[in-house]
């Protein structure tokens, strides 16, 4: 949706339009170019577009403003519609039959916008009585210094953490009659500034672009409020009579939306230009701190559980990278590639133990059934992945032991012990890209593959027994090479639980068991050819000594 400007553009005003908020926009848009999901570039048309689609909210409380004695008008009051409007959102939401219905999202929706609406109605009709305060009146005079204006606006916004609802007060400010736009327009430009405080304080502790994401937002509302008030300074100079006049909610709704169109209409083309801005503001950090999973995507669930699977993913190709270097050290020991591999085990634990945690947060929040069947399947699999790992590093640690003592194995034993390496190899990568692309047909390839595996390990092993029996000089070493075989064997059964667990989140209510039983004895996608050419490519044949 932004493969390019414009449409970035319409997403920033659509999203600000669903959610009410440019902040809670620019805080996404933080969360998402933090996690990696989006560039920074992406991010610059939906931040100007989110500051268009903000004025929608000050266009419904303008509503308030109504006086007409029209039965139909006066219906568009938000006194009028917002008690209906909360009474169909209570009905939704009691009557959600499960926590997965779609009534509830919208129940809650509706009572909350009616809940805004009756208390800018509240605001709206306690400061009707200041219209005739002296002293309310002497204070707003103050307000004619379009600097004064602008600090109150920012002031104010950065205290609520919401330009929405701060022009919402002036609106119900403006009904006392008392507030003149000469009055009005600073503050607006003010509360345009102010409203930036969210993005910045939800940047502390990102990475160096998702700080540049604040930046941006920083920079287009304040060379926008530059802009803004030069316009309203010469309007002031040379027309100045109608800006005296009394503001209402329409009126400031009408400055609102100047104010945004014209920053956007100027700023716009010059995109670039607030990104090398946001790059001179802040700079390139010296160590950039790894961002396993950003917690602000928790408040949109679908996109957090997307992200999840492309971390796991990533977790998932580490694993892989131990397992073909552990492999690797029983031919040939290096120090160095051990080192790297108990780099990359810490970094899976420290994987799985953030992942795992998120997901639990996760899973508290309200989910559809489909995605709180991805959240359990999700945790299982980073478990399994984990395991891999673990197995990865005991080979890696027999690895050792031999190099250590000054083992080696025979011929014969290397060449079976490559045809069962290689057969893992072959089903974890075909695990892993059944994961990451969520493809449930190559997910069934892989407990069969598994079944040949377990064959072509027994087969090895007795082929080792029996040869330790003839030649007991290799007995100890024979210990080591059973190890290797039982922890490739385990890899393949974490390799099998991946898969299942993939098609169970697809299948839905079939246990487990009954699953693995099932893609065993079944050939569920045809594909028997390959399982021949499986067999054939990796059979290790029982030998009599």
């Known amino acids: 949706l932004t493969s390019n400007p414009f449409k970035g553009f319409l997403v920033g005003i659509a999203m600000t339009v669903a959610v009410q908020s440019s902040s809670a926009v620019t805080v ?5 170019v933090n996690s990696g999901i989006m560039k920074l570039a992406q991010t610059v048309s939906i931040i100007i577009g989110s500051n268009v689609g903000t004025t929608v909210t000050s266009w419904i409380l303008s509503l308030s403003g109504i006086q007409s004695t029209n039965f139909f008008l006066r219906l568009l009051k938000p006194e009028s519609f917002s008690p209906i409007l909360a009474l169909i959102g209570v009905i939704l939401y009691m009557t959600s039959s499960s926590k997965y219905s779609r009534r509830k999202p919208v129940g ?70 008392s507030i003149s736009y000469v009055v009005a327009i600073p503050i607006i430009a003010g509360q345009h500034i102010g409203t930036c405080i969210t993005a910045v304080l939800s940047s502390i502790g990102v990475n ?19 802009i803004f008030l030069t316009v309203f300074e010469l ?9 005296q006049d009394a503001a209402n909610p329409f009126g400031i709704a009408i400055v609102h939306t ?28 010296a160590e950039e701190k790894e961002v396993i ?21 990533v ?9 073909v270097m552990s492999v690797r050290m029983l031919k040939q020991y290096n120090p160095k590639i051990s080192e790297i591999v108990n780099k990359n085990e810490a970094r899976i634990d420290k994987y799985q133990d953030v992942l795992e945690g998120f997901l639990q947060k996760l899973s508290a929040k309200d989910l559809t059934e489909e995605d709180s069947n991805k959240i359990s399947q999700l945790i299982l699999s980073i478990s399994d992945f984990e395991k891999i790992a673990d197995h ?111 098609i169970q989140s697809a299948s839905g209510s079939i246990p487990r068991h009954v699953l693995k039983n099932k893609l065993k004895e079944e050939d569920v996608t045809g594909f028997a050819q390959d399982l021949e050419q499986f067999k054939n490519d990796y059979a290790v044949e029982l030998i009599k000594y």
């Open 108 to 177: 809650t929706f509706l009572i909350g916008f009616a809940i805004l609406m009756f208390g800018m109605g509240l605001m709206s009709s306690s400061m009707a009585p200041l219209a005739n305060d002296p002293k309310f009146t002497h204070i707003l005079t103050l307000f004619k210094n379009p600097f004064l204006g602008l600090f109150v606006g920012l002031v104010i916004t950065m205290i609520i953490q919401s330009s929405a609802a701060s022009v919402g007060m002036l609106q119900a400010l403006s009904l006392t009659g």
């Open 258 to 285: 100047i104010f945004s169109v014209l920053a956007a209409f100027c700023l716009f083309p010059f995109r670039k230009t607030l990104e090398k801005i946001s790059y001179m503001v802040v700079k390139d950090s």
């Open 235 to 243: 309007w002031l100079h040379f027309v100045g009579k109608p800006l």
């Open 315 to 323: 977790m998932a190709k580490l694993t892989r990278e131990n397992l």
């Open 28 to 32: 996404m848009l933080v969360g998402f």
């Open 392 to 502: 990865s590093t005991h080979i890696l640690q027999i690895a050792d032991r031999m190099h250590r003592k000054e083992w080696t194995f025979p011929q014969e034993t290397v060449e079976e012990l490559k045809k069962v390496v290689n057969a893992v190899k072959e089903v974890f990568d075909i695990t892993v890209k059944s994961f990451v692309y969520n493809d449930i047909v190559m997910a069934h390839e892989v407990e069969p593959f598994e079944q040949v595996i377990d064959d072509i390990s027994y087969n090895a092993k007795k082929n080792h027994i029996n040869r330790v029996k003839k030649d007991r000089s290799h007995i100890k070493r024979g210990f080591a090479y059973a190890e290797v075989l039982n922890d490739l064997e385990r890899i393949s059964d974490h390799c099998s639980n991946i898969s299942t667990n993939l």
């Open 208 to 226: 160096t672009n998702a700080k540049r994401v604040a930046a941006v937002h920083v920079a287009f509302n304040v060379i926008g409020a530059v």
């Open 293 to 313: 999973i950003d917690e602000r995507l928790l408040n949109t669930p679908s996109i957090a559980i997307s992200q999840c699977y492309k971390t796991t993913g």
